[in-house]
T-cell receptor, first 110, second 115 residues
Framework: LAKTTQPISMDSYEGQEVNITCSHNNIATNDYITWYQQFPSQGPRFIIQGYKTKVTNEVASLFIPADRKSSTLSLPRVSLSDTAVYYCLVGTYNTDKLIFGTGTRLQVFP | GAVVSQHPSRVICKSGTSVKIECRSLDFQATTMFWYRQFPKQSLMLMATSNEGSKATYEQGVEKDKFLINHASLTLSTLTVTSAHPEDSSFYIC???????????FGPGTRLTVT
C-alpha cells in the first residue's frame, strides 16, 4: 500500500479556498486516491475519489497530475464547519484495506 | 448514501470485564468489514479485517485473543474487547465495504472508557 505524506496542520479563514496536497510517490498503477474528512468523535466521511486529472463534486475538487505522485484536495470558500482532519489514502479500487496516514488538521477561523 | 451504524455509541466498563461493539451495514451487504482504533489526536489505526463466514485477519501487534471479531452475517460484525484494561480506552470505528460500487463507509464510532 502506498504511503502518503500530508502537512500536519493548516489554518485558513472563512471564505478562502484551501488546498491540501498529499504526496504518494509509490502509488501503483491500479491505485485510486481517496480523501476523507473526520470531525472529532465521529467516523471519517468520504469526500472525493479520483484516479487521474481532475474530479469535482459538490463539496470539493481533486487535482491529480500526470505522474500521480501527488494529489491536491481543493475546498472552495471554506466555512467554520470545515474545521476537521482531512485524510488522503491510496489503494486499489474495491480490494484494499484503507491505511490512514497522519492526516491534515484544518482550522478555519472567522 | 449508504449507512453504517455502531452500537453502543459510548460505553463505560470496569477493568477486567468484556465489552461487545456491533457494526451494521444498514442498506447493503458487506462481506468485508474493518475495525479501527483511534486514540486522542491520533490517526485511525487498522486493527483487523473482518470477513463474513471466516476468521478475521489481524494487523501486526493486535492481539486476536483480546479483540475477538465475529462476522456472522453479511450485515453485522462484532468486536469484543475481552478483559478490558484502562489502556484499551479508545475510540473504535468500523467500516464496511459496499462491493457493488467499491466504496467504504465508516460507522460513527464507539467511545470505550475502561475504569
Amino acid at each position: 500500500l502506498a504511503k502518503t505524506t500530508q502537512p500536519i496542520s493548516m489554518d485558513s479563514y472563512e471564505g478562502q479556498e484551501v488546498n491540501i496536497t498529499c504526496s504518494h510517490n509509490n502509488i501503483a498503477t491500479n491505485d485510486y486516491i481517496t480523501w476523507y474528512q473526520q470531525f472529532p468523535s465521529q467516523g471519517p466521511r468520504f469526500i472525493i475519489q479520483g484516479y487521474k486529472t481532475k474530479v469535482t463534486n459538490e463539496v470539493a475538487s481533486l487535482f491529480i497530475p500526470a505522474d500521480r505522485k501527488s494529489s491536491t484536495l481543493s475546498l472552495p470558500r471554506v466555512s467554520l464547519s470545515d474545521t476537521a482532519v482531512y485524510y488522503c489514502l491510496v489503494g486499489t479500487y474495491n480490494t484494499d484495506k484503507l491505511i490512514f496516514g497522519t492526516g491534515t488538521r484544518l482550522q478555519v477561523f472567522p | 448514501g449508504a449507512v453504517v451504524s455502531q452500537h453502543p455509541s459510548r460505553v463505560i466498563c470496569k477493568s477486567g470485564t468484556s465489552v461487545k461493539i456491533e457494526c451494521r451495514s444498514l442498506d447493503f451487504q458487506a462481506t468485508t468489514m474493518f475495525w479501527y482504533r483511534q486514540f486522542p489526536k491520533q490517526s485511525l489505526m487498522l486493527m483487523a479485517t473482518s470477513n463474513e463466514g471466516s476468521k478475521a485477519t489481524y494487523e501486526q501487534g493486535v492481539e486476536k485473543d483480546k479483540f475477538l471479531i465475529n462476522h456472522a452475517s453479511l450485515t453485522l460484525s462484532t468486536l469484543t474487547v475481552t478483559s478490558a484494561h484502562p489502556e484499551d480506552s479508545s475510540f473504535y470505528i468500523c467500516s464496511a465495504r459496499d462491493e457493488r460500487i467499491g466504496e467504504q463507509y465508516f460507522g460513527p464510532g464507539t467511545r470505550l472508557t475502561v475504569t
